[in-house]
């Protein structure tokens, strides 16, 4: 073959044909590549997006969850003194006449008379429990002795109970409204 040859078949239609088809095939392979790599790319930024935007849910999520913890905290921070304000009104509610002199004279006797009765029966009882037993001399020393420490820490017991009571009972800042 000689050169001529060559260069015949090198220039003719086939394999113009064939090249062509060939150097088509490559382009069309190369788009091909770059459409998978753009889609490749979209997918990606689709993966990124949905995982913010799940990141942003669940934030929105977490955030809407303390605030309902919150509004639920404060609505029994309410509740507790909505209690304590119903609980000062009755007690003003029952310190203040009713009107009725036959009603608030009662009303004022009632802690006088009970405490009276209860003294005398105190009283009543121990007389009895003590004519009963034979007095002191029933008693040996370190039986007198405890019964001695007995009546003491009840009086302190007593004395600290009735001042704090009274000191807690009377109008302070908080019942003046």
Do not use: C
């Amino acid at each position: 073959m000689d050169i001529g040859s060559v260069v015949d078949i090198f220039s003719s239609g086939g394999l113009g044909g064939i090249l062509g088809v060939v150097g088509g095939f490559a382009a069309k392979l190369m788009d091909l590549k770059k459409k998978k790599l753009e889609i490749q790319d979209r997918l990606s930024m689709a993966k990124i997006q949905l995982q913010e935007g799940e990141a942003e849910r669940a934030h929105e999520l977490a955030m809407f969850g303390k605030q309902g913890e919150r509004a639920r905290l404060e609505g029994e921070i309410q509740q507790d003194i909505q209690a304590g304000d119903a609980f000062i009104e009755s007690i003003r509610g029952a310190s203040k006449p009713t009107g009725n002199q036959f009603v608030d004279s009662i009303k004022g006797a009632m802690r006088p008379i009970i405490t009276s009765i209860l003294m005398g029966f105190t009283i009543w009882l121990t007389i009895e429990l003590w004519e009963a037993v034979g007095g002191l001399s029933a008693f040996d020393k370190t039986e007198l002795i405890a019964i001695f420490k007995n009546i003491v820490n009840q009086i302190v017991f007593l004395t600290v109970m009735a001042v704090s009571w009274w000191y807690a009972a009377r109008p302070g800042r908080l019942g003046a409204k």
